[in-house]
């Protein structure tokens, strides 16, 4: 076995059943026009798609498709996965054409690369396996997008107390539907702004969603 090959896996924790395969995936097409990685690029970029996807429907059940659409663009583009590429390293087994020491390789290649690497995954070790090593290398990125939305209202505070010495101004305007499940809307105001209304399922839930949106329409997210 290839003594990088063998870094690599024990590295990820996954001991691959077809080596081939898996050097297939570190193949650029440079370096090999015909036998390379773009078909497994192909296959793990819809893989990738499908995971995070399932996750932000965990994650943001109240969000709209639009919204949703916003935060899967934002953690499976190039430069996301590219990124995450360099967290594990994967400069150095990728077999490039005319690249020095394997340093000056750029972003596409790397996302791409990452890209195959699930798709190899997925084709060797099945889907639940696929999604753990996405789980684990998205993770951090996840997070974040869970305390951009959590933290709106502190950001929107800390902004209206450093400009304007003044908290932001929430009221209940509406409070509808079942009690295991009502609808809550709220208006948000801070000075000079417009007033912006949100629903959500608990007032804590609307109030953040409203404060999002005032962020958003002041450009401050």
Excluded at 60 to 88: R, T, W
Excluded at 152 to 167: A, H, R
Aim: proline share 2%; hydrophobic share 35%.
């Amino acid at each position: 076995m290839n003594k990088k090959l063998a870094n690599f896996q024990k590295k990820i924790g996954i001991n691959f059943l077809n080596q081939k395969l898996l050097t297939k995936c570190f193949t650029h097409k440079s370096y090999n026009p015909i036998d390379n990685n773009e078909k497994l690029e192909f296959l793990g970029d819809r893989v990738l798609g499908l995971v995070i996807s399932q996750n932000l429907l965990k994650f943001f059940p109240n969000d709209k498709e639009g919204d949703l659409d916003k935060k899967l663009a934002s953690l499976v583009n190039k430069n996301q996965c590219a990124e995450i590429a360099k967290d594990i390293n994967l400069q150095e087994y990728i077999l490039i054409k005319n690249s020095r020491n394997n340093t000056n390789i750029e972003n596409k290649v790397l996302s791409d690369c990452l890209e195959s690497v699930i798709g190899c995954i997925y084709l060797d070790q099945g889907l639940d396996i696929a999604e753990k090593f996405i789980i684990k290398n998205w993770k951090k990125y996840l997070n974040k997008s869970l305390i951009t939305e959590r933290d709106s209202k502190t950001k929107l505070q800390e902004y209206s107390l450093k400009i304007y010495k003044l908290l932001p101004v929430y009221k209940l305007l509406d409070n509808k539907g079942p009690r295991h499940k009502p609808l809550i809307k709220v208006s948000v105001k801070i000075k000079d702004s417009k007033i912006i209304t949100a629903t959500g399922h608990s007032k804590k839930e609307a109030e953040q969603k409203a404060a999002k949106k005032l962020l958003n329409t002041l450009k401050l997210l």
